[in-house]
């Protein structure tokens, strides 16, 4: 239990700077813009509890928030994408592999469920994010086109980062 704890909290640090001092200013023309943070919402173990979660998640939006002084709008965008991974680990992953699959990496759960998975979650992020930051109905395409950009630039990040610590295990 304590290893758990200690990685996640290694990841935790790792990810939330990464995104204040390096990704904070990448972009391209604000159309594009990554939020590679997410990926420690989207990691986070099966078998924690949905409080948890929640907590962890409103945790982790509202430390970027205090960062780029958006007034919550990642705390609520990652408390939704928290609800929505409890539904979608609901519908896709049978309660009984929990104990042989403790993560949703991508070494665990394979290629195919990992990218389906981090697109959806990614999408919703980025969909609660930009609509509650630009919320101008004259500007849809435009909101729309930033969302579906920064969820591409976001999950290839999110793969990148999944490569680079990648372990196979026997499913």
């Not at 002084?69 to 929990?98: E, H, K, P, W, Y």
């Not at 993560?103 to 979650?121: D, H, K, N, T, V």
């Not at 609509?131 to 109905?137: L, P, R, S």
Request: glycine share 6%.
């Amino acid at each position: 239990m304590g290893r758990v704890i200690l990685s996640n909290s290694i990841r935790f640090l790792l990810l939330v700077a990464t995104q204040v001092f390096l990704l904070k200013n990448i972009g391209y023309y604000n159309l594009s813009v990554p939020y590679l943070y997410i990926l420690f919402i989207l990691v986070l173990p099966f078998g924690i509890s949905n409080s948890l979660l929640f907590l962890l998640a409103f945790f982790t939006g509202l430390t970027i928030d205090f960062y780029y002084d958006s007034l919550g709008l990642n705390a609520a965008a990652c408390t939704i994408m928290a609800f929505v991974r409890i539904i979608f680990i609901n519908l896709t992953v049978q309660r009984d592999g929990f104990d042989n699959e403790p993560e949703p990496r991508l070494g665990i759960m394979g290629f195919q469920w990992f990218i389906f998975y981090a697109f959806i979650l990614t999408f919703c992020h980025h969909f609660i994010l930009f609509t509650f930051e630009n919320f101008k109905f004259s500007e849809f395409g435009y909101t729309l086109l930033r969302i579906l950009l920064s969820t591409l630039f976001t999950v290839s990040l999110i793969l990148i980062t999944e490569f680079a610590f990648f372990q196979k295990k026997a499913r």
